[in-house]
């Protein structure tokens, strides 16, 4: 195995039959002297996801005091009181061109550009793209742009298009990226197009170049392969899982040409699982360096996904009018336990001397403070971007006054962070004082 080429360095390959899996970083490589140990840390990856809700959250739940191990979390935050070293809960963030009613508030959540009414689209490129365009040459998948809820078309009563209200990444003004519904593709998608065509699990295939390399790194990183090729496995069987239960639904035929060809893709019925998947996916991107960049609308604005599992009997958008209430609160307390999940996984994959959390920026964010109240916007981060930025800390601005306290202004931050420098994002040109 080339281990010792430049191209590959501490990252590793195993192929097989055509596939391709990179593997995480491993301490083993480190073979090839000081002077390229100290480089590739250096270049450990940083990265950065969104998990996008519509339609606000529920204020009075929604809260943290305090810094480090002392912090205290709201109820709707409660799931992520584990990795309250990790976070920064920032409170009172002000996005000017978002403030107002549905449709114009999530189409420039990531960009703070002033969206058009009417039939033109026109709106401006998310901070997402502009780090994807960044790592593009690095990667191979520039940017996941996932999502858990069907776009709408047509217009809101406000006269601006439903397509800003179902979207969140932008490569160019003049219209969004497809969101990847499909959890097989987006995982087909990391792994190269022979995924499509291979009959099985692509682990099946490079499983003898695994079990050659085990023999040939340290004990911990024969645990990490172990580990990672499991996560790999597991994400594949559920998705096979799912698509075995598609091909049930389309009847015998269906069911028995699945048994001969690759079964078709499918979205999960059960919004739990679909998440869960999309996290997992997000996970392996990070974990592989395949990607350094995703985001994930778990729900759209003027959201109609139904919870029957949280005993919610209307769809989400209806309660977000009524956001104090017990069923809305446990729709945003159930999202939020998805951004822990997606945390969870990335803490507990070691990188170098930390973990891909440390080395990552994962942010939980909404449109709205609560039913057409743009003036804050909650927003909690996880990861220390390698080092990069400070966690463990609840942060407000409410009081800052709004030229202190823009949403484009944390944006300048990070990207300053992840090595991109501009002299102007959005409505900003100054970074947020105090990150």
């Known amino acids: 195995m080339p281990i010792s080429q430049p191209s590959i360095s501490r990252r590793v390959l195993l192929k097989g039959l055509g596939a391709a899996?990179?593997?995480?970083?491993?301490?083993?490589?480190?073979?090839?002297?000081?002077?390229?140990?100290?480089?590739?840390?250096?270049?450990?990856?940083?990265?950065?996801?969104?998990?996008?809700?519509?339609?606000?959250?529920?204020?009075?739940?929604?809260?943290?005091?305090?810094?480090?191990?002392?912090?205290?979390?709201?109820?709707?935050?409660?799931?992520?009181?584990?990795?309250?070293?990790?976070?920064?809960?920032?409170n009172g963030l002000f996005n000017r061109e978002g403030d107002g009613g549905h449709a114009r508030c999530t189409g420039n959540i990531l960009s703070g550009a002033n969206l058009h009414r009417g039939s033109i689209i026109k709106?401006?490129?998310?901070?997402?793209?502009?780090?994807?365009?960044?790592?593009?040459?690095?990667?191979?998948?520039?940017?996941?742009?996932?999502?858990?809820?069907?776009?709408?078309?047509?217009?809101?009563?406000?006269?601006?298009?439903?397509?800003?209200?179902?979207?969140?990444?932008?490569?160019?003004?003049?219209?969004?990226?497809?969101?990847?519904?499909?959890?097989?593709?987006?995982?087909?998608?990391?792994?190269?197009?022979?995924?499509?065509?291979?009959q099985g699990s692509i682990l099946d295939q490079v499983l003898e170049e695994a079990a050659s390399l085990r023999l040939k790194?340290?004990?911990?990183?024969?645990?990490?392969?172990?580990?990672?090729?499991?996560?790999?496995?597991?994400?594949?069987?559920?998705?096979?899982?799912?698509?075995?239960?598609?091909?049930?639904?389309?009847?015998?035929?269906?069911?028995?040409?699945?048994?001969?060809?690759?079964?078709?893709?499918?979205?999960?019925?059960?919004?739990?699982?679909?998440?869960?998947?999309?996290?997992?996916?997000?996970?392996?991107?990070?974990?592989?360096?395949?990607s350094r960049v995703a985001t994930l609308l778990m729900s759209r604005d003027l959201s109609g996904q139904v919870y029957p599992f949280l005993n919610v009997r209307d769809d989400h958008h209806s309660y977000s009018h009524s956001n104090e209430g017990p069923e809305y609160q446990s729709i945003v307390k159930f999202h939020v336990e998805q951004y822990a999940y997606l945390i969870d996984r990335l803490n507990k994959m070691q990188e170098g001397d930390g973990t891909v959390l440390d080395n990552s920026c994962l942010m939980f964010v909404s449109e709205h403070w609560n039913a057409h109240n743009g003036n804050q916007v909650p927003l909690v981060l996880a990861g220390g971007l390698g080092g990069q930025l400070k966690t463990g800390r609840s942060l407000d601005y409410l009081q800052?006054?709004?030229?202190?306290?823009?949403?484009?202004?944390?944006?300048?931050?990070?990207?300053?962070?992840?090595g991109l420098e501009l002299p102007q994002f959005g409505d900003s040109k100054e970074r947020l004082a105090g990150l």
């Not at 990179?22 to 480089?39: D, K, N, Q, Y």
């Not at 204020?59 to 309250?84: D, H, I, R, V, Y």
């Not at 040459?137 to 397509?163: A, I």
């Not at 800052?400 to 992840?418: E, H, I, P, Q, V």
């Open 217 to 290: 790194v340290s004990g911990s990183d024969q645990v990490k392969i172990d580990e990672y090729l499991t996560s790999v496995r597991e994400t594949e069987q559920r998705l096979q899982k799912l698509n075995r239960s598609a091909a049930k639904e389309d009847g015998a035929a269906a069911a028995t040409a699945a048994a001969h060809q690759r079964p078709p893709v499918g979205q999960p019925k059960d919004f739990r699982e679909y998440a869960r998947l999309m996290c997992d996916i997000i996970a392996l991107a990070f974990q592989t360096d395949r």
């Open 400 to 418: 800052a006054g709004n030229d202190k306290r823009k949403l484009c202004s944390l944006y300048l931050s990070l990207m300053d962070r992840m």
């Open 21 to 90: 899996v990179a593997l995480p970083w491993l301490e083993s490589m480190s073979a090839f002297g000081r002077e390229t140990i100290a480089t590739e840390k250096a270049k450990t990856p940083q990265r950065f996801a969104c998990l996008f809700i519509g339609d606000g959250i529920s204020p009075p739940q929604w809260w943290a005091k305090g810094n480090g191990s002392e912090m205290e979390l709201g109820p709707s935050l409660e799931s992520l009181t584990p990795f309250k070293e990790k976070l920064n809960v920032i």
């Open 123 to 198: 709106g401006g490129v998310s901070m997402d793209q502009k780090l994807a365009a960044l790592y593009a040459d690095d990667t191979l998948v520039p940017s996941l742009v996932l999502g858990c809820e069907q776009p709408v078309s047509g217009f809101h009563e406000s006269q601006y298009s439903m397509v800003y209200a179902s979207h969140i990444s932008w490569r160019n003004p003049d219209s969004p990226i497809p969101i990847e519904l499909y959890p097989s593709l987006a995982f087909d998608s990391l792994f190269g197009s022979q995924t499509g065509k291979l």
